[in-house]
């Protein structure tokens, strides 16, 4: 027959032992909502002609999207899919990789140039149109060592400057690296027909004839990064002028973003 201190002793561990028991019960039960909250509240997303079908985890994409975070409000209300309609999917697809995995594979089988450049500028107006400031200053970080080495014909830039507002990124990136790495006189040719918006037309031109002075001024067709001038005019190398910023992504530190020092050739006539 137990004693009195064995008695005590026996229910003041059962107590221990029933208030551990409570509480990993009360852990699993937050973990588990947590992960139905985190990865099994899924979203469904409609993109493209095609009407392509995307579910995805909404409380990790309304953390970096303000326009899903306002759309799955609409969607707990109407429960109607969220619709991208103007978007490929293929692009869509790219940027979930980006968002699940930081990084997007696909792309590294994208060899061509053009073709690189133009999915990037596709993805661009899909994560600065969501609002995801993390991933389109990502993207054009990789538009902007693209395009200061070579740019594409001003007809494949064209959608978009026609899909950013004025002042975008984007539309700052075209205006310092079209005029550079183009033959001025063909470039002013093409900026006369009528498909090319005025607004673009008169941003080039007003580049260009910044660089024709600068060209007069050191008396050669070849501009040196080096150049005051000209490092004042377009500062190479230094990805944050492209970027976007609010409270949760301050400013990028230094001035340089470790682009590499380059040289725009211009032609004269050759």
Not at 148 to 173: C, H, K, Q
Not at 182 to 201: F, I, N, Q, T, Y
Request: glycine share 6%.
């Amino acid at each position: 027959m137990a004693g009195p201190t064995d008695f005590v002793s026996d229910s003041v561990e059962e107590l221990f032992e029933k208030r551990a028991a409570e509480e990993a019960a009360d852990s699993s039960a937050e973990q588990a909502s947590l992960s139905k909250s985190i990865f099994t509240q899924s979203l469904e997303v409609v993109v493209g002609e095609t009407k392509t079908k995307f579910f995805v985890h909404s409380r990790i994409i309304t953390q970096r999207s303000p326009f899903f975070d306002a759309a799955l409000k609409r969607w707990k209300t109407a429960g109607e899919p969220v619709t991208l309609s103007d978007d490929e999917p293929a692009t869509f697809d790219a940027y979930l990789e980006f968002l699940y995995f930081g990084r997007i594979t696909s792309l590294d089988a994208v060899k061509d140039h053009d073709a690189r450049t133009r999915f990037l500028l596709k993805l661009y107006i899909l994560t600065d149109k969501l609002g995801d400031l993390r991933s389109a200053n990502s993207t054009i970080d990789q538009l902007a060592d693209i395009l200061w080495n070579s740019v594409p014909d001003l007809t494949e830039v064209l959608p978009a400057w026609n899909s950013t507002p004025s002042g975008s990124p984007l539309r700052v990136l075209l205006i310092d690296t079209l005029p550079m790495f183009s033959d001025p006189r063909e470039l002013m040719e093409r900026v006369e027909d009528d498909d090319v918006p005025k607004d673009l037309a008169v941003a080039l031109a007003r580049r260009l004839g910044a660089f024709v002075g600068i060209i007069m001024a050191v008396g050669s067709p070849e501009i040196s990064a080096k150049n005051p001038a000209f490092s004042k005019l377009v500062p190479m190398g230094d990805h944050c002028k492209y970027h976007q910023h609010d409270a949760s992504h301050p400013r990028c530190k230094g001035a340089s973003h470790g682009g590499k020092k380059r040289t725009a050739h211009w032609w004269a006539g050759n």
